[in-house]
């Protein structure tokens, strides 16, 4: 069992058009905002909050963090958008170098049935990259696997998580930590 500790930072908009819409994309924020208001004075925003775990190597998934879409009426000039949260992790005093995860965004154009209204965030499978490092905990080389998205209503993973409109929903990034045995 390894004592664990994980931050997350937004850092990147894939499509440098879009940045003048965002804040807090400057890789010190957990959040970040984008759109104009429409009515009630709030724009949407994505939250990570990192924290402490306990994790057995090759054991079941835990929680990387906590992600929340605070999905409010906005105004936008696109619909969709891709941006990075460069996550830390520290296993007892040892660090994994940094990695990021890019989550893909629809924003909904808020007309028809309430369902319609609804955004949706996809967390696309994340693979450790060929040349990470293994970090050695009690002598056997790990690095993190990404499961994806737990939604505490559905009590299941997914990669497509939808937020309704008008309040935040949150769920966890849950994530495995595994042997490693060298590039693949």
Request: glycine letters at 10%.
């Amino acid at each position: 069992m390894a004592q664990i500790h994980i931050e997350g930072v937004w850092t990147k908009v894939w499509d440098p058009s879009h940045r003048p819409h965002f804040h807090g994309l400057d890789g010190t924020s957990n959040t970040i905002t984008w759109g104009d208001p429409v009515s009630n004075g709030q724009t949407s925003s994505y939250e990570f909050v990192g924290g402490g775990a306990h994790a057995e190597i090759d054991g079941p998934s835990f929680a990387l963090g906590e992600f929340t879409h605070h999905n409010y009426p906005i105004y936008l000039p696109f619909e969709r958008f891709k941006v990075d949260l460069e996550v830390t992790v520290n296993f007892e005093g040892e660090d994994l170098p940094p990695f990021t995860l890019t989550f893909e965004h629809y924003e909904s154009p808020n007309q028809g049935p309430i369902a319609g209204q609804a955004d949706q965030v996809t967390l696309p499978d994340v693979i450790p990259p060929k040349d990470l490092e293994a970090v050695q905990i009690n002598g056997v080389a790990c690095v993190l696997k990404v499961d994806g998205f737990y939604v505490p209503h559905t009590n299941r993973l997914t990669h497509k998580f939808r937020t309704p409109e008008g309040k935040p929903s949150s769920a966890d990034i849950h994530v495995q930590l595994t042997s490693y045995t060298g590039p693949r």
